[in-house]
């Protein structure tokens, strides 16, 4: 028998032998069966009711019951053949007083809305404190609860995937040739909760380091005496390889930056150019979110990764973008380059415009649009401002700053800004796909790839309220499964593809919208 997982915010009516899975936490199913017509439903909502500004989802217990009603009535069933099934709405969230409301409310609004259909109760397995399994079964017209004991739950979230673990206490070693710049990282790490075990002014210090203080991560300088950091970044992951993020102070530092992150260099960032407190702030913040997702990731030794594969996804070029989606937008950061690249390979000449947003390659774009060009359909450019974004153009944020998108006279227009850190990233994720929401007239798509921290998670659930599509890379096929995996657990994704499948998805949602 076919199994399948229900996500948030999703709702499923069948009549076929099928199971279905899902996760509660604070959320709410409600199982429906019929019998008599030998079908069944599940859905799975996250809230009460739909804002006025939104577009009708499964998010919201308002529309989540009477979707799932439609469905089951396709099917052949009648309210007054069905019974119902009530789960979930625990207080997961300890200490939280919100998280106990929300369960609550949640509860409360599947009882009322059943009572005022008509619908019979048959069992409700509602609140507490502990997160749930349902199970049900459409061969036996079985459904089946299992609490979740607290080992079970600190594996599994409503996700379906595994519980996204953090490093609490990150241990960091600065390696540096200034002086200064070591001084300024320890203060911003000491001042964010980071335990800094110690200080190098080159490779042969750091290597007695590593191998006495044992860091989580290592802040590692391109450019230093007796050893550069991209030779000493080699050896290192060859005999002793750790989450590693490459900074420098120079401009032209692009190919290093990317000979770097395919050694296994997690990051990098540029050093500050001037010592403005504003400017400092914005760069400890940015600085501290990367190398706390760095101590997050398990480095692999040199020899067992592959350098610079290439992810060529052929698209029939016969299936060409037709009217029904006026602009893509793409965000990413941290371990997010080569599905970008598989993307790129895969976008067919005719495009809609398409932007994007990842601060990760922000910092070398020249060198990186140099370096993957070779076979591309599209053109790649470095947007600026009050630039008219056309098809078969594809348009990045420059380094440290926002790029949003507007619409005059019927076009969309790129805007650049500067402004404060976004979830600790400059250019952020959240600001373009904010700005698109607000545009686009639903006529968009978002997609949200590998990345640390919740950058792009409220932006995609701003292109999912306006009623525009929302994707994410398979959290399984991440380096970082962070983002997209939190986009999932608010349900605000339409769609979840690898990286060699983005493209076939959006022609298809594409000429779907205008059939």
């Given at each position: 028998m076919k199994s399948l997982f229900l996500l948030p915010g999703k709702y499923a009516a069948f009549n076929e032998p099928l199971e279905i899975k899902t996760v509660l936490g604070s959320c709410v199913s409600v199982v429906l069966?019929?019998?008599?017509?030998?079908?069944?439903?599940?859905?799975?909502?996250?809230?009460?009711?739909?804002?006025?500004?939104?577009?009708?989802?499964?998010?919201?217990?308002?529309?989540?019951?009477?979707?799932?009603?439609?469905?089951?009535?396709?099917?052949?069933?009648?309210?007054?053949?069905?019974?119902?099934?009530?789960?979930?709405?625990?207080?997961?969230?300890?200490d939280v007083q919100i998280g106990k409301e929300v369960g609550q409310l949640n509860i409360e609004y599947a009882f009322q809305t059943l009572r005022t259909l008509g619908i019979p109760i048959v069992e409700k397995n509602v609140g507490g404190i502990k997160s749930r399994k349902v199970v049900v079964n459409s061969h036996d017209f079985s459904v089946k609860e299992v609490l979740l004991n607290e080992s079970e739950a600190q594996e599994i979230d409503i996700t379906g995937y595994k519980k996204l673990k953090q490093i609490k206490k990150v241990k960091v070693l600065i390696v540096d040739d200034s002086a200064t710049i070591r001084t300024l990282f320890q203060n911003i790490f000491?001042?964010?909760?980071?335990?800094?075990?110690?200080?190098?002014?080159?490779?042969?210090?750091?290597?007695?380091?590593?191998?006495?203080?044992?860091?989580?991560?290592?802040?590692?300088?391109?450019?230093?005496?007796?050893?550069?950091?991209?030779?000493?970044?080699?050896?290192?992951?060859?005999?002793?390889?750790?989450?590693?993020?490459?900074?420098?102070?120079?401009?032209?530092?692009?190919?290093?930056?990317?000979k770097a992150l395919s050694l296994g260099a997690v990051e990098f960032m540029h050093k500050p150019t001037q010592f403005d407190p504003q400017i400092l702030k914005q760069l400890g913040e940015m600085l501290v979110e990367k190398v706390k997702a760095a101590a997050n990731v398990k480095v692999r030794k040199l020899e067992s990764q592959k350098i610079n594969e290439k992810h060529a996804v052929h698209v029939n070029e016969k299936n060409a973008?037709?009217?029904?989606?006026?602009?893509?937008?793409?965000?990413?950061?941290?371990?997010?380059?080569?599905?970008?690249?598989?993307?790129?390979?895969?976008?067919?000449?005719?495009?809609?415009?398409?932007?994007?947003?990842?601060?990760?390659?922000?910092?070398?774009?020249?060198?990186?649009?140099?370096?993957?060009?070779?076979?591309?359909?599209?053109?790649?450019?470095?947007?600026?401002?009050?630039?008219?974004?056309?098809?078969?153009?594809?348009?990045?944020?420059?380094?440290?700053i926002h790029l949003k998108v507007v619409d005059q006279s019927s076009n969309f227009i790129a805007r650049l800004r500067e402004s404060m850190p976004i979830n600790g990233q400059k250019p952020s994720i959240d600001v373009l796909f904010s700005s698109i929401a607000k545009c686009a007239n639903a006529k968009a798509i978002g997609i949200l790839m590998s990345g640390f921290g919740r950058d792009g998670v409220d932006g995609l659930k701003s292109l999912h309220a306006a009623g525009s599509q929302t994707m994410v890379e398979e959290p399984s096929a991440c380096d970082f499964p962070y983002a997209p995996q939190q986009a999932i657990s608010v349900g605000v994704v339409d769609y979840i593809r690898e990286a060699k499948d983005f493209v076939t998805t959006v022609m298809q949602v594409r000429n779907r919208s205008v059939a």
């Amino acid at each position: 028998m076919k199994s399948l997982f229900l996500l948030p915010g999703k709702y499923a009516a069948f009549n076929e032998p099928l199971e279905i899975k899902t996760v509660l936490g604070s959320c709410v199913s409600v199982v429906l069966v019929d019998r008599t017509a030998k079908c069944m439903g599940i859905n799975h909502y996250l809230l009460t009711s739909l804002p006025k500004s939104e577009a009708p989802t499964g998010r919201y217990g308002e529309c989540a019951i009477p979707l799932l009603l439609q469905d089951m009535e396709k099917l052949g069933a009648k309210i007054e053949q069905m019974q119902a099934h009530v789960f979930g709405g625990a207080n997961v969230l300890k200490d939280v007083q919100i998280g106990k409301e929300v369960g609550q409310l949640n509860i409360e609004y599947a009882f009322q809305t059943l009572r005022t259909l008509g619908i019979p109760i048959v069992e409700k397995n509602v609140g507490g404190i502990k997160s749930r399994k349902v199970v049900v079964n459409s061969h036996d017209f079985s459904v089946k609860e299992v609490l979740l004991n607290e080992s079970e739950a600190q594996e599994i979230d409503i996700t379906g995937y595994k519980k996204l673990k953090q490093i609490k206490k990150v241990k960091v070693l600065i390696v540096d040739d200034s002086a200064t710049i070591r001084t300024l990282f320890q203060n911003i790490f000491n001042k964010n909760g980071l335990e800094v075990v110690g200080v190098a002014a080159d490779a042969y210090q750091a290597r007695e380091l590593i191998v006495s203080k044992k860091p989580d991560v290592i802040t590692l300088d391109i450019e230093m005496p007796k050893m550069n950091g991209v030779v000493f970044l080699e050896k290192l992951m060859q005999s002793m390889p750790l989450p590693v993020v490459m900074v420098s102070s120079l401009g032209n530092q692009g190919e290093a930056a990317l000979k770097a992150l395919s050694l296994g260099a997690v990051e990098f960032m540029h050093k500050p150019t001037q010592f403005d407190p504003q400017i400092l702030k914005q760069l400890g913040e940015m600085l501290v979110e990367k190398v706390k997702a760095a101590a997050n990731v398990k480095v692999r030794k040199l020899e067992s990764q592959k350098i610079n594969e290439k992810h060529a996804v052929h698209v029939n070029e016969k299936n060409a973008f037709i009217a029904g989606l006026n602009i893509i937008a793409v965000g990413g950061n941290i371990g997010s380059q080569k599905s970008l690249e598989t993307l790129l390979r895969s976008l067919p000449a005719d495009s809609p415009p398409v932007v994007i947003s990842n601060s990760t390659i922000s910092g070398f774009l020249d060198a990186y649009l140099k370096e993957i060009q070779r076979g591309i359909s599209v053109e790649l450019r470095v947007a600026s401002d009050g630039e008219i974004l056309k098809s078969g153009c594809v348009y990045f944020a420059p380094a440290e700053i926002h790029l949003k998108v507007v619409d005059q006279s019927s076009n969309f227009i790129a805007r650049l800004r500067e402004s404060m850190p976004i979830n600790g990233q400059k250019p952020s994720i959240d600001v373009l796909f904010s700005s698109i929401a607000k545009c686009a007239n639903a006529k968009a798509i978002g997609i949200l790839m590998s990345g640390f921290g919740r950058d792009g998670v409220d932006g995609l659930k701003s292109l999912h309220a306006a009623g525009s599509q929302t994707m994410v890379e398979e959290p399984s096929a991440c380096d970082f499964p962070y983002a997209p995996q939190q986009a999932i657990s608010v349900g605000v994704v339409d769609y979840i593809r690898e990286a060699k499948d983005f493209v076939t998805t959006v022609m298809q949602v594409r000429n779907r919208s205008v059939a």
